[in-house]
């Protein structure tokens, strides 16, 4: 653990190392809080982990930032982690961004401009109100969606195609 992401050379931009999976560490201290051991082993308390990417690559990149939020490195691909890094880091980045996956539309109805959504999610039934197409619905991809609600929550739909057929219909009716 005495190499550096420095001596690698590898950086995003000009100040975030990226950080070799086999190199660092993840632990939950007394309190609850993240600790990150780096690669010239120092060690890291209160360490946020932020997901780079969370709709198009969720748990591909993460970002290690401080307290004030300065990144301290990215890492790639977390499943190179040993078993207690990496379940510590997917627990952190699926608090991080929370985003219900669709799985069910029970019904869809539009008046004046606002589509009122019924859905049935990851997390149990849910309804929400969509005020514009054109500014909450983001296509990633040819069948993974992205609904932002009125009040700013964000919904997915991991594959439009794998939904029942009612629930398509009703899906490509109001998307």
């Known amino acids: 653990m005495k190499s550096s992401a420095r001596a ?23 309190q609850g809080q993240v600790e990150l051991r780096l690669p ?17 690559r969720p748990n591909r990149f993460v970002y290690f930032r401080d307290e004030e939020g300065k990144e301290l490195g990215l890492l790639i691909d977390p499943k ?3 078993r207690e890094s990496r379940e510590i880091v997917e627990a952190q980045t699926d608090q991080a961004y929370f985003m219900p996956r669709i799985t069910r539309i029970a019904r869809v109805e539009e ?11 990851d997390r149990g039934w849910s309804s929400f109100d969509v005020v514009s197409r054109s500014e909450s619905v983001w296509f990633v991809g040819r069948s993974r969606v992205v609904i932002r609600d009125a009040d700013g929550n964000r919904y997915l739909i991991e594959n439009l195609n794998a939904l029942d057929r009612r629930s398509r219909r009703l899906a490509e009716l109001h998307l």
């Not at 950086?11 to 560490?25: I, N, Q, S, T, Y």
């Not at 120092?42 to 198009?56: K, N």
């Not at 008046?111 to 999610?121: K, L, N, P």
Request: aromatic content about 6%; hydrophobic content about 45%.
């Open 40 to 56: 010239d082993d120092t060690v890291r308390r209160g360490v946020l982990i932020v997901p780079a990417f969370p709709i198009s």
């Open 111 to 121: 008046r004046m401009g606002i589509a009122r959504w019924e859905v049935e999610t």
């Open 80 to 82: 190179r982690l040993d």
């Open 8 to 30: 690698s050379g590898d950086f995003v931009g000009e100040k975030v190392p990226v950080l070799d999976p086999a190199e660092v560490r993840v632990r939950l201290n007394e």
